[in-house]
């Protein structure tokens, strides 16, 4: 019988979840100033699903913890206090409840558990030189051969496609649709389809994050489409919902406010004028960020569609946590230029590579021009 976790106490519920973080979440998942990848976070992601706590958004009755909007906060803030990093988690937090609203029983059926058993480990495929921020203009193609589409094209900026086992990919089918946003389809393919060749790109940091795909006559079934052919545009802005919601988590600002206070202890400035004044600023930010996304997370959770006001958490996450990350530099003075963790009073910390990591938080998922172009447009009515 599985638990009804909104029945819960409140105060219950986050001490369950406290316990289980401090005695069974690994060292090496706290505080990451870098992207986690697959081989250091299974043993966790394993133990989150086998106690049914991997999804906490999706209906129990597709495995998920199906949690009201009062819990999700609890959840989120307990794993966000603890310094949980993010495991590699889009078949969960986008995939999966694209599936859950458009799918079909058997897509569901099929992919549903294999997310949250960590067999199947899905990549994005929508930006592509070219098509980025413009996504609409996207010239990946597939044609319908057979039983099969064929496809053809490339992606670029696709996170740990090198690990992924499964790609959802934006594919243009109706080449000569009267506007760029029709004649698009939602593709599922398989990594390891002949064709499919991956090419990772290293970033500032010097870690592997990003890859290059390219599609060589992959041949997709043809009942891999999610939802109806060339209508993979509602798809499309279903899933950046997801995306920007979750770009717009205060989940790294919380975790890099955290660090920073614990530095400013560390090398004894805490009380200093100049560092509370900045960082009472910084945290009263945060709260505000934390007030936002509950917001939208409630409008989700009731079932209801994230609209382009969902622009303004995608621009005040990532701004709020490069500017957090900025403050840390200079407060941790001249140990803020080294690139590695180091040893600062009774801690270890890295303020550069927290630094790399929020510099490029303002272009994926839309960059922070073009939010401010969809909500000068669609929130306030302004002309082109």
């Given at each position: 019988m599985s638990t009804d976790y909104n029945a819960m106490n409140e105060s219950d519920f986050r001490m369950m979840l406290r316990e289980f973080i401090a005695s069974e979440c690994p060292d090496h998942m706290i505080n990451q100033a870098r992207r986690i990848h697959w081989e250091e976070s299974q043993d966790w992601f394993k133990k989150l699903s086998k106690k049914g706590w991997l999804a906490p958004a999706w209906p129990a009755e597709h495995g998920g913890m199906g949690l009201d909007i009062e819990k999700m906060i609890a959840y989120q803030s307990e794993f966000?206090?603890?310094?949980?990093?993010?495991?590699?988690?889009?078949?969960?937090?986008?995939?999966?409840?694209?599936?859950?609203?458009?799918?079909?029983?058997?897509?569901?059926?099929?992919?549903?558990?294999?997310?949250?058993?960590?067999?199947?480990?899905w990549c994005q495929g929508y930006s592509e030189p070219g098509a980025g921020s413009d996504l609409a203009s996207l010239r990946t193609s597939a044609v319908l051969d057979g039983d099969h589409?064929?496809?053809?094209?490339?992606?670029?900026?696709?996170?740990?496609?090198?690990?992924?086992?499964?790609?959802?990919?934006?594919?243009?089918?109706?080449?000569?649709?009267?506007?760029k946003q029709q004649g698009i389809s939602f593709l599922l393919a398989r990594m390891d389809s002949p064709g499919i060749?991956?090419?990772?790109?290293?970033?500032?940091?010097?870690?592997?994050?990003?890859?290059?795909?390219?599609?060589?006559?992959?041949?997709?079934?043809?009942?891999?489409?999610?939802?109806?052919?060339?209508?993979?545009?509602?798809?499309?802005?279903?899933?950046l919902g997801f995306e920007r919601l979750n770009h717009g988590s205060p989940k790294p600002a919380q975790m890099a406010l955290d660090q920073l206070e614990e530095i400013a202890q560390s090398l004894g400035v805490q009380d200093q004028p100049w560092f509370t004044d900045k960082f009472m600023q910084l945290a009263l930010d945060v709260e505000d960020l934390t007030a936002t996304y509950a917001r939208f997370a409630a409008t989700l959770k009731s079932g209801g569609a994230l609209g382009p006001e969902i622009s303004i958490l995608k621009l005040f996450g990532p701004d709020l946590y490069q500017r957090i990350s900025e403050f840390m530099i200079e407060v941790a003075q001249e140990y803020g230029a080294a690139q590695h963790p180091t040893q600062i009073g009774n801690y270890s910390f890295d303020p550069m590579g927290c630094y790399f990591l929020s510099r490029p938080v303002t272009i994926f998922g839309g960059a922070s021009e073009v939010q401010r172009n969809i909500l000068a447009k669609a929130v306030l009515g302004m002309p082109s």
């Open positions: 966000d206090r603890a310094g949980v990093a993010r495991h590699p988690d889009i078949g969960i937090v986008m995939l999966g409840m694209l599936l859950v609203r458009f799918g079909t029983d058997e897509q569901k059926a099929y992919y549903l558990p294999r997310i949250l058993t960590g067999e199947n480990l589409w064929l496809v053809n094209g490339q992606k670029i900026w696709t996170t740990l496609a090198q690990e992924a086992t499964d790609i959802f990919v934006l594919v243009r089918t109706d080449p000569n649709a009267p506007k060749t991956v090419r990772p790109i290293k970033t500032l940091s010097g870690d592997e994050e990003f890859c290059e795909v390219f599609f060589d006559n992959v041949r997709v079934p043809k009942d891999n489409i999610v939802g109806n052919v060339n209508e993979g545009w509602t798809m499309a802005k279903a899933l």
